[in-house]
């Protein structure tokens, strides 16, 4: 069946720190892809997404780029703040299907 | 524009008891989604609604749970004669018809049963 695939965490950076979180993803077809944040104390929030292959979604500087021939869309940021401490969560949509596909999501963990 | 709304936030019931949370979506949308989220895991499908129809429903599913949404507007999810294993953060969003579609979500009601 379709799923994704995170890093465990907690991915643990000092601030202004190169940041990369890993996904990939088994798909029967061609998905859009998603990451969303999970702030402490708030709801899922879309940070950035991708709907073809080799689509770069980006948003509060971070970047993901949708390679279908590695099957991944890994996040990234330059330099990442406190403000980013947060859980990351990868996802797909089929077509066929509107539901989301989650990955079990990534704690990230930025220190002064 | 207010976002999803979810009711109530918290919520803590004994095993076997029934519970009932609701959903406002954003006002004009027309897809409303349940997920079920436990901890340290990323969330699950469990039923869609496009305006008052339900279009799928996940195997995780049980028939204690049911879903409705009457008029296309808010939406209700019921847990019959609940278990600890229903013991989670059920998530609703919303989203519009579209390729792509961006799904908001709520803040989540979190469930506790003794």
């Known amino acids: 069946g379709n799923s994704v695939t995170q890093m465990e965490g907690p991915v643990t950076l000092s601030e202004e720190a190169f940041l990369t979180i890993n996904c990939t993803y088994t798909a029967t077809g061609y998905p859009s892809l998603f990451w969303y944040v999970q702030y402490p104390g708030e709801g899922l929030q879309l940070l950035l997404k991708?709907?073809?292959?080799?689509d770069k979604g980006s948003n509060k500087g971070f970047e993901a780029t949708y390679r279908k021939e590695t099957t991944s869309f890994h996040l990234e940021k330059g330099s990442v703040q406190v403000s980013d401490s947060a859980v990351y969560f990868c996802a797909l949509q089929m077509d066929s299907s509107y539901k989301l596909i989650f990955g079990s999501g990534t704690r990230l963990l930025v220190r002064p | 524009d207010t976002g999803v709304s979810q009711d109530p936030r918290h919520k803590i019931t004994k095993r076997g008891q029934n519970v009932t949370f609701r959903c406002d979506p954003i006002s004009e949308h027309n897809r409303l989604y349940w997920y079920r989220q436990t901890l340290g895991q990323g969330p699950e499908f469990l039923t869609y609604f496009q305006n008052e129809a339900q279009l799928e429903k996940s195997r995780l599913l049980s028939d204690r749970f049911s879903a409705e949404r009457p008029k296309g507007s808010f939406s209700t999810l019921e847990i019959q004669r609940t278990e600890q294993g229903d013991s989670a953060m059920y998530l609703c969003?919303?989203?519009?018809?579209?390729?792509?579609?961006?799904?908001?979500f709520g803040p989540g009601t979190r469930l506790l049963v003794l």
């Open positions: 969003a919303s989203s519009l018809v579209d390729w792509g579609e961006t799904q908001y």
């Open positions: 991708a709907t073809k292959a080799d």
